[in-house]
């Protein structure tokens, strides 16, 4: 075996397109799926945008007994998974069990689920908390949701780092993979677009006040005023490349081929921010020059203290304008756990098409050094991309994708 | 193949009955139990009312007032605990480049706790569906999401490597030190500080066990109230607390000299994809784990010394790890000791898989198996030698420990020392 693991399926939801054809043709035209909360009443809140996904029906994909005992966060991510294997081309049930597993990231759970059975304890008792709390909105509800859907009983896992979780999940599943499953649905998909999780949020002092739907999310840019939140994200089926050639898998999207996770020293130790190490590991794990790096999907926390540790680790590791960098994710808000893989599966495509995606309505700064992809989709013959995440309190992790073909 | 190969060489707990090592293993060992009515809250109104609860204060152990403020009390546990175990493991972690050591935090339900109350605040009491954010403390947004446990973590030891939660349910303590164990082995860390916490005892966690009956309604007798493989158990009793410990490449600690409990030699998880809280009654993923554990450190099941069991006191769970011990070890399972903690100090959720890899790496130190407290009438249905009442020295080389959780997860883990002769 050579080690090498690919991405054969993609199973995406996001606010600017459900499905994976539909949010790449949304990314590479520029649609956003950021607006006006609409799931409850903004206006009392200080921040009032956010990337809702529209006409997810449950009903329509998942058992009617499924639908009441599962967050939102969980619908979508059975569905997306049964997306990726159908894209994939696999049907779970004619692998062995054990070779099969499942490795998500997890952020704040079931939280909207979590609320309403909060709601129930105070306000009328104990008693009228649902027998279903306790599965429905703890961290691993995801991976053990599609377990059980799919009868994949293999190594699995959760790992929560906040934004960043998405790419270590990943790279989690490559390690299973390496030691001999040989298929692991991995990725994220998050939604807490709740008056609770919007609280939540909001205590982070990251989140934009902006009422404009195009002004709201801008890294990079001289107007920077945090993110906004929005839900989805992306689930991947992985496998060895010699197991997907062997199977004659519809397509092969791309190799995980490096990967780098680092954490930043305690605040206030005087020492230099991890970010630019972790690129360099996962450059370095994949064994490529910066030179083979057609691409950056950037975190793109949009605050000048963060964007600017990032352009600069970008800077340090492929000079200055060294690299074409893009956010995606401008259209979508960032997705907690699901942003990454969703920015995976982004780069993923943009290596199958030859296509970077714009970050619309971003002007950047003069003072970022970094060659930002502006409102047009850009033609590139690229064959790898690196995927960067970070995660509240100092989490980054890296991981670059590159082609298979030949 | 690699030969990196991976030793504990701290630790450090938080337990009922006891914070810090010393206490958790005399409670251990002379049998006693730290379950008792619940204290932090009213419980009446609730079915199950006792709980194992720590006796913790956080500034008392070391904690500055802002980091108290800041943080959920899971959070504490593992800082002081990390602490712990970094002293114990004697190693000078300003001698080690920053980047080389990681942090793995296990967590079932993350700062539940501190949630629960929050939720309280914000919405008065229930009342409001748009809940205040005026009200809401400043660092909610790490109770949202319990990766500022590994950032806490991180923070205490000086951590600059990959860190993360890890967050399986009640298997998420011993996968967080199996996942620790292997960055250790794959090479991208040379120090991993790998452990488990949860401070669940909070009226929300009360109410949804309730729900499904899962917490024992033994409120009479909460001193005995845990009672796995007996015949009158009825469900689990809920605890909290942490185990932290360093895990280091053997050769290095050998090279420093540093005290080795045990190496980390098996490791495996596998999902039942049966139910989320059910569990099929033959024990098969369980046993998957533990014998793919076994395979991975080299160990025939008759090497195997004592079972540190999941032992959760519900009917459910004590037949179904039974039987996925006959499967996976045969004719031995009837002469190995078996025993569960979880008499003593509960369960704690995620946390209790890193406590349980504590009291097993101290049982090889000791040469003592801790007992099964509560054990006077045996399900006969659970036919094994669950080592009842009284702790009992027998040399100890090797252990499995195993955990089962919500979602399905089964997952085992093997302790053996380092210079054992193998399969």
Redesign the interface.
């Given at each position: 075996m050579s080690g090498r693991v690919v991405v054969t399926g993609l199973g995406v939801a996001a606010p600017n397109g459900v499905g994976a054809a539909d949010y790449w043709a949304a990314a590479r035209n520029g649609t956003s799926g950021i607006g006006r909360l609409s799931r409850?009443?903004p206006s009392?809140?200080?921040a009032r945008l956010a990337g809702e996904i529209t006409g997810f029906d449950a009903d329509a994909h998942l058992p009617s007994r499924l639908v009441p005992?599962t967050d939102r966060m969980t619908q979508i991510a059975l569905v997306s998974a049964d997306c990726a294997l159908a894209d994939a081309g696999v049907r779970p049930g004619e692998l062995p069990?054990?070779d099969m597993?499942?490795v998500t990231a997890?952020?704040?759970?079931g939280?909207e689920f979590?609320?309403g059975?909060?709601?129930?304890?105070?306000?009328?008792?104990?008693?009228h908390?649902?027998?279903y709390?306790?599965?429905a909105w703890?961290?691993?509800?995801n991976?053990?949701?599609i377990?059980?859907r799919?009868?994949?009983?293999?190594?699995?896992?959760?790992?929560?780092?906040?934004q960043a979780?998405g790419l270590?999940a990943v790279a989690?599943a490559r390690?299973h993979i390496r030691g001999g499953t040989r298929l692991i649905v991995s990725g994220g998909v998050d939604a807490?677009l709740c008056?609770?999780?919007?609280?939540?949020?909001?205590?982070?002092g990251r989140l934009s006040t902006s009422d404009d739907p195009r002004r709201g999310y801008l890294p990079f840019d001289a107007a920077a005023c945090g993110h906004v939140p929005g839900e989805g994200g992306a689930l991947l089926v992985m496998e060895p490349l010699e197991s997907a050639r062997q199977r004659q898998a519809p397509q092969v999207y791309g190799e995980i081929a490096g990967y780098g996770?680092?954490?930043?020293?305690?605040p206030g130790s005087g020492?230099a921010p991890?970010l630019q190490?972790a690129i360099e590991v996962a450059l370095e794990d994949a064994d490529t020059e910066p030179g083979g790096i057609g691409a950056v999907f950037a975190d793109a926390a949009a605050l000048p203290a963060l964007d600017r540790i990032e352009s600069e680790a970008v800077t340090k590791v492929f000079g200055p304008r060294g690299v074409p960098v893009t956010a995606p994710k401008v259209l979508t808000g960032r997705l907690?756990s699901g942003g990454a893989p969703l920015d995976l599966a982004t780069a993923l495509l943009a290596v199958r098409d030859g296509v970077i995606p714009p970050t619309p309505h971003v002007t950047p700064a003069e003072e970022y050094d970094i060659d930002l992809v502006g409102s047009e989709p850009r033609r590139s013959a690229l064959r790898a991309a690196l995927v960067v995440a970070r995660?509240?309190?100092?989490?980054n992790s890296a991981v670059v994708v590159r082609a298979c073909a030949g | 193949m690699s030969s990196r190969r991976v030793v504990i060489t701290g630790i450090g707990v938080i337990a009922p009955g006891g914070v810090g090592t010393k206490d958790f293993w005399s409670l251990l060992t002379e049998g006693r139990t730290a379950t008792r009515r619940i204290s932090f809250f009213d419980p009446s109104p609730f079915r199950s009312q006792v709980a194992a609860e720590a006796d913790f204060d956080a500034e008392l152990h070391g904690l500055t007032p802002q980091e108290v403020r800041r943080t959920d009390r899971a959070a504490q546990f593992a800082v002081v605990t990390a602490r712990e175990a970094a002293a114990d493991s004697g190693l000078e972690f300003t001698g080690v480049d920053p980047h080389r050591v990681g942090v793995t935090v296990g967590s079932a339900v993350g700062a539940t706790t501190g949630l629960d109350w929050e939720y309280r605040t914000v919405s008065d009491g229930g009342r409001l569906d748009l809940v205040d954010h005026t009200y809401a403390v400043p660092h909610l947004y790490d109770y949202f999401v319990p990766s500022s446990f590994a950032a806490e973590t991180a923070w205490a030891v000086g951590a600059e490597g990959p860190a993360t939660v890890v967050s399986t349910g009640c298997t998420s303590g011993l996968d967080a030190v199996g996942h620790g164990a292997e960055l250790v082995r794959e090479g991208t860390v040379d120090v991993m500080v790998a452990g488990a916490t949860d401070a669940p005892i909070s009226p929300i966690t009360v109410a949804c066990f309730d729900a499904i009956k899962a917490t024992t309604p033994r409120n009479d007798d909460p001193e005995h109230a845990s009672r796995p493989f007996d015949g009158t158990r009825n469900g689990f009793v809920l605890g909290e607390g942490c185990a932290v410990f360093v895990l280091e490449e053997l050769e290095s600690a050998r090279r420093r000299g540093a005290r080795i409990y045990a190496e980390v030699a098996g490791y495996a998880s596998r999902c039942n994809a049966y139910h989320m809280t059910g569990l099929r009654p033959d024990g098969r993923e369980m046993a998957e784990a533990v014998r793919v554990a076994l395979d991975e450190a080299r160990l025939n099941p008759e090497a195997i010394d004592y079972v540190n069991a999941h032992g959760s006191g519900t009917k459910q769970n004590d037949r179904h790890e039974t039987a996925a011990f006959k499967r996976s070890l045969g004719e031995h399972a009837y002469r190995v000791p078996v025993s569960s903690i979880k008499s003593m100090v509960g369960h704690s959720l995620g946390a209790i898989g890193s406590i349980e890899i504590a009291a097993s790496a101290l049982a090889m130190e000791h040469g003592v198996v801790p007992p099964t407290a509560n054990l006077h009438t045996p399900d006969p249905e659970c036919d094994l030698d669950y080592v009842p009442l009284t702790a009992r020295e027998h040399r100890t080389d090797a252990v499995v420990s195993v955990g089962s959780g919500f979602g399905g997860f089964q997952s085992a883990m093997v302790l053996a020392r380092p210079e054992r002769s193998t399969a």
């Open positions: 409850f009443d009392g809140y200080p005992q069990d054990y597993g499942v997890g952020a704040s759970g939280f979590g609320q059975e909060l709601r129930n304890l105070w306000s009328k008792g104990g008693q908390v649902s027998a709390q306790s599965f703890f961290y691993a509800v991976s053990g949701q377990s059980i799919n009868g994949m009983r293999g190594p699995s896992g959760v790992l929560v780092s906040d979780g270590d989690q390690r807490s008056p609770w999780g919007w609280v939540a949020q909001l205590a982070s996770a680092t954490f930043d020293p305690k020492r991890a190490r907690n995660g509240h309190g100092g989490f | -």
